[in-house]
């Protein structure tokens, strides 16, 4: 119950953040600064910068709050954001709010992920958080509609619903939702002053712990090395097949998005139940799958950069998001492996923070080659740092545990 509960949220998640994307044609009618494919890269951007910001702090808020509050204030703030973006008149009103939303929904994954580990502690983890990714999935397919939508209604009309939805739906997890805690939190509650401290000298013990695990940089380079592509997937992808291929951003939009989700939720609904019984009989059963899924995203990146028909668009798109799937039903499982429960949400707000940051920079640069028609170059740059990141993935990660305490 909790992984579908939470798997509506993802799936909101990622719509409303991703719909963006697709809409920006439409948008641009009433504010003329989204026609400059620089400055809309600067746009989505700015959401990147911020939630990355904001990720290692989540985390670390994460590991120590009731988690269910964290979800369902993050859900509530992120949709009325949503909501707001649909009165926006003006470029800096929709940079503003890119930028709020980027505080909120930073708040969610380090939670969601760390109460889904706390519930699934055997050997269908891999499963679990898979199932909770084809949310995310969902979303960001759900987001490539946005176009069509703003076409039938109203740009502001589709921001304005996706928000109302969004603010039910906090209402209901917090009548369904509930926390669940490993390891309870210790130390005194006297007062205020003093459960600070304490929660402050565990934050640094948690920092401490994780800047001297070897395998925790390991981790964090090839998640930061995969979230390059994952982000330019996003972000530009709509707008490289809707210039190479010649088309409208309305079928662009989902062809990007839908093609990849996809392909992801085939690849989770493999990955996951495949690293599971792999990891039963080898330790790093749940590396090699993830390393597979980063083998397969390597030549896709290329065939998306350069492919030039409707069928090479198609197949980077299945080969890109089943890669992509393997390895995100297995970043947290494998991070478990290496990371306590008391800092795994701290952990992945860490590597939350490294993926947006050098996503976003990746954001910016393919705006600019955007506005030099040399998009496609970037996307097939992208696959060198994903070979080093499996080169280091199978060499130093060499797990004692399937599950940390």
Not at 72 to 97: D, F, H, I, K, R
Request: hydrophobic share 50%; proline share 3%.
């Amino acid at each position: 119950m909790v992984v579908a509960l939470l798997w509506t949220v993802a799936l909101l998640n990622y719509t409303d953040r991703q719909m963006l994307s697709t809409m920006r044609d439409a948008m641009a009618v009433d504010i003329t600064d989204l026609e400059s494919k620089l400055m809309f890269g600067k746009l989505m951007a700015a959401f990147m910068w911020i939630y990355g910001l904001m990720s290692p702090v989540s985390g670390m808020v994460a590991d120590r709050v009731n988690r269910k509050w964290l979800i369902v204030g993050s859900l509530a703030v992120w949709s009325a954001v949503t909501l707001l973006t649909g009165y926006a008149e003006s470029y800096s009103q929709v940079y503003a709010l890119r930028a709020l939303m980027g505080v909120s929904e930073a708040l969610y994954i380090p939670a969601a992920l760390s109460l889904i580990a706390d519930y699934f502690t055997g050997r269908q983890l891999s499963l679990a958080i898979g199932i909770h990714m084809t949310g995310l999935y969902m979303g960001q397919a759900a987001g490539g509609f946005g176009a069509f939508v703003a076409g039938q209604l109203s740009w502001q009309a589709t921001f304005h619903w996706f928000g109302i939805i969004g603010i039910g739906y906090s209402v209901v997890l917090v009548f369904l939702l509930y926390e669940k805690r490993r390891q309870p939190s210790e130390g005194s509650r006297e007062s205020l002053a003093s459960d600070l401290r304490t929660n402050l000298r565990a934050a640094g013990a948690s920092l401490g712990m994780l800047v001297t695990n070897v395998a925790f940089w390991t981790i964090l380079f090839f998640f930061a090395s995969c979230s390059i592509p994952g982000w330019a997937t996003k972000n530009w992808l709509p707008t490289l097949l809707s210039d190479t291929l010649g088309i409208d951003m309305a079928p662009a939009g989902p062809l990007a998005t839908i093609t990849i989700a996809a392909a992801s939720f085939a690849g989770v609904m493999t990955g996951g139940p495949m690293a599971d019984r792999w990891s039963a009989r080898n330790l790093r059963g749940r590396i090699y799958t993830s390393a597979i899924g980063l083998l397969m995203m390597v030549p896709s990146l290329v065939l998306m950069g350069y492919g030039t028909s409707l069928a090479a668009a198609f197949g980077a798109g299945v080969l890109f998001g089943f890669g992509y799937g393997l390895f995100d039903a297995n970043c947290m499982p494998i991070l478990c492996q290496f990371v306590p429960s008391r800092s795994r949400a701290t952990a992945y707000g860490l590597m939350n923070m490294s993926g947006l940051f050098i996503g976003a920079l990746a954001t910016n640069v393919l705006g600019s080659l955007a506005e030099q028609g040399r998009m496609g170059a970037g996307f097939a740059c992208m696959a060198g740092a994903l070979a080093l990141a499996v080169v280091l993935q199978l060499s130093v990660l060499k797990p004692r545990t399937l599950n940390m305490t």
